[in-house]
Each structure stands twice: as C-alpha cells, then as structure tokens.
C-alpha cells in the first residue's frame, strides 16, 4: 500500500520539476529572442505601472484609516449629544469599527490588481470555518446584542454574576466588563452573562437594609426594640414610609435559638447609601446597646458544681 503512494508521490514531483523546467525554459527563449531595449522598455512599464498601483494602495490605506477613525469619533459624540447608554455606544462603536475595517482591506488590496472577487469568497470561506471554530465567540457576539437590547444591565450598574460583584465599566462586542470593589477588572462573556442570573442593585432606586442582632436571654423585648429603633432612627440617611416605596424602620424577634434571641431590623435608604448606613447601624448597635443595659449573646455553658 506504501508503495504505490510513493510512486504517485515521486511521479507528482518529477511532473511539477518537468513544467518548471519547461517554463523557465519557455522564459529564457523569450528573453533571447527580445531585443534589450524592448525588454528594457517593458521592465519598466511594468515595473511603473506596480508601483502606481503600490502608491495608490497605499494612498487608499492611509487615507481608509483616517476616515475610520473620524467615522468612530462621530458615531461616539452622537452617542454623547443624545446621553446614550455607554454601553450601547462602546458595542456600536467596535462594530462600526471593524467593518469599516474590513472593507478597507478589501479595497486596498483590490488596487494592488488582486481579483477581490476571489478574496471575497476566500474571506467568506474562511469566516465560516472561523464561525464553526469560534462558536463561542458567535454566541457571545449574540449575547451582547442581547444584553443591549434588552439591557438587564447598563454601564455604572453594580451587580453580581458568574461569581463576581462589581460595577459595569463596559459593554463591548464579545465580553462585558466589570470592575470590582477592590478594583480589580473582571472580563465575563457575554453569552454567560445573557444567559445566567444577574444580580441588579442599581435597578431600584432605594434599598432595604437587613440586619440581624443576637442578645441575650432576660432581655426586654420592647426595650430592646425600641432602643434599636432609636439608634436606627438617628441616622439622616435613613428614610422611612414619606418616601415613596420605602417603609419605617421595623425591628421584631426573628428566632429563639439555643442560647441567643435573634431581633431582625429592616431599614431603607437610597441605593447609593446602601453600604454607608449598613456599616453605619452595625457600629452604633455594637457601641451603644451595651450603654443602654442591652448585653449581646455568646455561646456558653452553664456548669453546676455538687458538692
């Protein structure tokens, strides 16, 4: 079975070495039967008429990109007169940017004399193997369409997904980007974020705030609540039921365990305070309950000793 391969093989090469040989040979006989000056003369057309083309092409080029980049700046500042979404801008944008892109390779390789027909079925060949290689890519191009179209989220969102709790910076053609508390940027692809759970804490523009207080058993109930709403209360950033959507502070016995009573406090501010009054309530409950004769539970043992 090997043989008969490398006699094909063999055969190929000495067939593709023969139309060489004839081929520089037909080249030579040319050559030698032109006078110098004519073949001096059509050296030089031709090697003029190359290089009009080169110049031109890469007239074309530069003058390609130049355009390009005024194109982008103008589809950004129409996006900035209109208050558009960052977001939606930044994804046009890359779109924009890249067929243009496209084209003007096209045309600039169309002046160098290259048959651009070709080039264009070589090109659509190659973007569906691309395609079918780069199907994730495709479905996150389709996932940030999706994002923008019906925009679950938008630039200077703070959300949480895939794992990850930061603010949308950006939205582009394939992945969004998010920055995180600590400032850390994180990439997450389109096609996940579209298609998993999103976490939105911008959306609504006020927010509860729960937090739970564990005290000791022997408490009284409504000292203790009314201590906690006091505190609570005394916090400017808190809002309660004057503000449409929101309602006043609220504190009740959540659970009895084992060895603590459990109090649940729920308060609403603006999304923006959020975690200004969290901390805030979490700091002057810990320093002022105990002031007030209200002692914080702990795990503990009673032990009785016989004698």
């Not at 501010?269 to 539970?297: C, H, M």
């Amino acid at each position: 079975m090997l043989i008969p391969i490398l006699q094909a093989q063999t055969a190929v090469e000495k067939f593709t070495a023969d139309s060489l040989q004839a081929k520089t040979a037909a080249t030579l006989e040319t050559l030698k039967n032109t006078e110098p000056n004519v073949l001096l003369q059509n050296l030089g057309q031709q090697a003029l008429h190359f290089g009009l083309k080169v110049i031109a092409a890469l007239a074309i080029y530069l003058i390609g990109a130049w355009l390009i980049k005024k194109v982008t700046k103008i589809v950004s500042r129409a996006f900035e007169r209109k208050g558009s979404d960052a977001a939606l801008a930044s994804f046009v944008k890359s779109l924009v940017s890249i067929t243009l892109w496209v084209l003007l390779i096209i045309i600039t390789v169309g002046a160098l004399g290259v048959n651009t027909t070709s080039l264009a079925a070589l090109l659509a060949a190659g973007g569906m193997a691309i395609g079918m290689a780069l199907s994730g890519t495709v479905q996150n191009f389709a996932g940030g369409i999706m994002l923008l179209v019906f925009k679950p989220v938008k630039a200077g969102d703070f959300i949480e997904a895939q794992g990850f709790t930061g603010t949308v910076t950006e939205i582009n053609i394939t992945s969004t980007k998010l920055t995180t508390l600590d400032n850390r940027v994180i990439f997450i692809p389109n096609g996940a974020l579209a298609s998993g759970n999103i976490n939105n804490f911008s959306v609504n523009p006020l927010r509860r705030v729960d937090i739970n207080i564990n005290v000791a058993y022997g408490t009284d109930v409504e000292n203790a609540k009314q201590t906690i709403l006091e505190i609570i209360k005394s916090n400017p950033d808190v809002i309660d039921s004057a503000t449409p959507g929101a309602a006043d502070p609220f504190v009740a016995i959540l659970n009895l365990k084992e060895s603590t009573v459990e109090f649940v406090t729920r308060t609403w501010t603006t999304a923006e305070k959020y975690w200004d009054v969290f901390f805030w309530i979490n700091e002057n409950l810990y320093d002022q309950l105990p002031k007030r004769g209200i002692e914080f539970s702990f795990p503990h043992v009673d032990v009785t000793v016989k004698n």
